[in-house]
Structures are given as structure tokens and as C-alpha cells.
């Protein structure tokens, strides 16, 4: 067959990947500038920076196979910030970083797939993608995304991603002159601006004086038009937490679909018609999740 996917995050490269290997003829689309979808890095003063997903567990043999070589163990011990103090570490599951930052994980996977990059997408019918034919196309991004390129003739698989709701995030990018902390990552239970703090400089192990701090939901959701504005805020409640304003902001990222809100069963879907949609929105809503959801729907395309 010859496969569309559309999406270069880790779920649409597994999908690629197994179903290339499967034998189909795949190309991947992605709108981005670069692989890696919400697993984004960005460059700043030579170094980069995590932009989104800050880490990942693993649990899955044949993904722990997958990322050989492409990460590092972590920490397994973050802080709690709640009721005004600061808890901990408290033990929990090792947390993986990627070496070149979190896209280069995803980067690794597409060697030796053709993947067309700044590609905007339209139309999704059966059997085409903006008028280019393909046997099947597999929809590897958020509900919303693929609902805005689903034709309305196809109602059944426009019925299987509507009514879920995806929560917005903000993330602000920093640096100090200093590292001021003894942390490697905060979540934080009772703020009204941010629910998670990461040492950028400990997770690449460069020691680089430079944390993201990722926004609640809510916060995040009265300020997608303009994400730049929202600086002066998150930088407020780092100070809330006993972090004193850095020297320089770096990047105020917006995610307007950033994580599922509730999980389903199902790794993926495949419809009669050949069109298909996996990715964290499907099983468990992690980076491990939407490989294995990516895989599944990739080895179902020759069942």
C-alpha cells in the first residue's frame, strides 16, 4: 500500500517505521520545520533547550530498544511545592532525557524515511490527501488538529475524535548568570500559573543555569493569542517559589493542544475506509504511550 502519515511526532514516526518496515510505501507530512512535534528543542546561545515533553519513562522493552543511544538516565527524584513550602526529593520512576535534547530522539527514529517537512495539509478524504492519492492516511496529531482536515464526508471517523477536550500549556524558557537551585524538577500542586519547573541544565547535564516552567491549564487558556505577554507572570510565580527573576527570558512557547484530558483503552484507530489516528490521545497519554500507540496502528496497516 502506499501510506500517508501525517504528523512527524514520535507516534507518527513509529507508525512510519512499522509500517515501512512492514513493506508499505510511506511518506510522512509534517507542517513543522523539523521532526518532533510536542518533543520540541530549541536552540538558544548554542545549546537547546526542551521546549515541551521534559522527560520520559520507559517500561516497554521494545521501546527501551528503540531509544538506545539516543538518551540518558535523569533523575529519578523530584521536589513538591505545596502549602507555600518545599517538599522532598521524593522517589518515583526513572525519568529519560534525550542527549541532543528531546527531538533529537524523534530525529533518530526518521532515518531512512521520507519525510516532507513544512508541509500544510488541507484535506483528508478517502483514498487522498489535498488530491495526492494513498491506500491509507494515518492522522498522528491532537483530535482538534485532525478535525479541522477530515472531509465532512467522512462522518464516522470525524465521530471517533469528537467531544474530547485537550488541555493548553504555556512553557517559559529562562537563564540566570547563576544556578541558584538544588533542584532537578518541581511540580507544583497549588499555584495558579504553573504546575511544573525543570532544570534544563541538570537534565542535559551541561549544568547550564537555565529552567522551563510549564503553565496550569488554566492559566494558559486566557493567553494562547499572545504567549510573550504571559512572561511577566510566570517569571512572578518562579519567584513565588523562591527563584529570583533570571537574568534573561528565552522563549515563551505556546501549546494550544498539549495533553489529552482523560485516556482511552484503545491504542488506535483504523476505520474500513483506511483512515487511522494514533498518538498520546490514544492508550496511555505518554511519550512510551504514543510510540506504542504509533507502532500498533503502523503493524495493524498489513493485517
Given at each position: 500500500?502506499?501510506?500517508?502519515?501525517?504528523?512527524?511526532?514520535?507516534?507518527?514516526?513509529?507508525?512510519?517505521?512499522?509500517?515501512?518496515?512492514?513493506?508499505?510505501?510511506?511518506?510522512?507530512?509534517?507542517?513543522?520545520?523539523?521532526?518532533?512535534?510536542?518533543?520540541?528543542?530549541?536552540?538558544?546561545?548554542?545549546?537547546?533547550?526542551?521546549?515541551?515533553?521534559?522527560?520520559?519513562?520507559?517500561?516497554?522493552?521494545?521501546?527501551?530498544?528503540?531509544?538506545?543511544?539516543?538518551?540518558?538516565?535523569?533523575?529519578?527524584?523530584?521536589?513538591?511545592?505545596?502549602?507555600?513550602?518545599?517538599?522532598?526529593?521524593?522517589?518515583?520512576?526513572?525519568?529519560?532525557?534525550?542527549?541532543?535534547?528531546?527531538?533529537?530522539?524523534?530525529?533518530?527514529?526518521?532515518?531512512?524515511?521520507?519525510?516532507?517537512?513544512?508541509?500544510?495539509?488541507?484535506?483528508?478524504?478517502?483514498?487522498?490527501?489535498?488530491?495526492?492519492?494513498?491506500?491509507?492516511?494515518?492522522?498522528?496529531?491532537?483530535?482538534?488538529?485532525?478535525?479541522?482536515?477530515?472531509?465532512?464526508?467522512?462522518?464516522?471517523?470525524?465521530?471517533?475524535?469528537?467531544?474530547?477536550?485537550?488541555?493548553?500549556?504555556?512553557?517559559?524558557?529562562?537563564?540566570?548568570?547563576?544556578?541558584?537551585?538544588?533542584?532537578?524538577?518541581?511540580?507544583?500542586h497549588d499555584d495558579p500559573v504553573l504546575e511544573w519547573v525543570a532544570d534544563d541544565g541538570?537534565?542535559?547535564?551541561?549544568?547550564?543555569?537555565?529552567?522551563?516552567?510549564?503553565?496550569?491549564?488554566?492559566?494558559?487558556?486566557?493567553?494562547?493569542?499572545?504567549?510573550?505577554?504571559?512572561?511577566?507572570?510566570?517569571?512572578?510565580?518562579?519567584?513565588?517559589?523562591?527563584?529570583?527573576?533570571?537574568?534573561?527570558?528565552?522563549?515563551?512557547?505556546?501549546?494550544?493542544?498539549?495533553?489529552?484530558?482523560?485516556?482511552?483503552?484503545?491504542?488506535?484507530?483504523?476505520?474500513?475506509?483506511?483512515?487511522?489516528?494514533?498518538?498520546?490521545?490514544?492508550?496511555?497519554?505518554?511519550?512510551?504511550?504514543?510510540?506504542?500507540?504509533?507502532?500498533?496502528?503502523?503493524?495493524?496497516?498489513?493485517?
Open positions: 500500500m502506499r501510506v500517508a502519515v501525517l504528523g512527524a511526532g514520535i507516534a507518527g514516526i513509529a507508525c512510519a517505521r512499522a509500517a515501512q518496515d512492514a513493506g508499505h510505501e510511506v511518506a510522512v507530512l509534517d507542517r513543522g520545520k523539523v521532526p518532533g512535534g510536542r518533543m520540541a528543542s530549541r536552540r538558544f546561545a548554542g545549546r537547546y533547550v526542551d521546549l515541551g515533553a521534559s522527560y520520559l519513562t520507559v517500561s516497554d522493552p521494545a521501546f527501551e530498544r528503540v531509544l538506545a543511544g539516543t538518551v540518558h538516565a535523569w533523575t529519578d527524584r523530584f521536589h513538591v511545592w505545596e502549602d507555600g513550602e518545599l517538599h522532598g526529593p521524593k522517589a518515583g520512576p526513572m525519568r529519560w532525557a534525550g542527549d541532543g535534547g528531546m527531538r533529537a530522539i524523534v530525529t533518530a527514529l526518521t532515518h531512512g524515511l521520507e519525510v516532507r517537512q513544512q508541509v500544510h495539509v488541507n484535506r483528508v478524504t478517502q483514498g487522498s490527501v489535498d488530491g495526492e492519492a494513498f491506500d491509507a492516511v494515518v492522522l498522528a496529531m491532537p483530535d482538534p488538529q485532525a478535525l479541522a482536515i477530515l472531509d465532512p464526508s467522512l462522518t464516522q471517523e470525524r465521530a471517533t475524535i469528537s467531544g474530547r477536550t485537550w488541555d493548553p500549556v504555556l512553557v517559559l524558557a529562562a537563564r540566570w548568570d547563576a544556578r541558584l537551585w538544588e533542584v532537578d524538577g518541581v511540580f507544583v541538570s537534565r542535559r547535564g551541561d549544568g547550564a543555569a537555565v529552567l522551563t516552567a510549564h503553565s496550569t491549564p488554566a492559566f494558559a487558556s486566557t493567553r494562547l493569542a499572545e504567549p510573550a505577554e504571559a512572561a511577566d507572570e510566570m517569571v512572578a510565580a518562579l519567584t513565588r517559589l523562591g527563584i529570583r527573576e533570571p537574568a534573561e527570558v528565552l522563549r515563551v512557547q505556546r501549546w494550544t493542544y498539549a495533553k489529552p484530558v482523560g485516556t482511552r483503552s484503545e491504542l488506535f484507530f483504523l476505520s474500513s475506509k483506511g483512515i487511522g489516528f494514533c498518538g498520546d490521545g490514544w492508550g496511555r497519554p505518554r511519550i512510551e504511550g504514543a510510540w506504542l500507540s504509533g507502532r500498533a496502528i503502523g503493524q495493524a496497516l498489513s493485517s
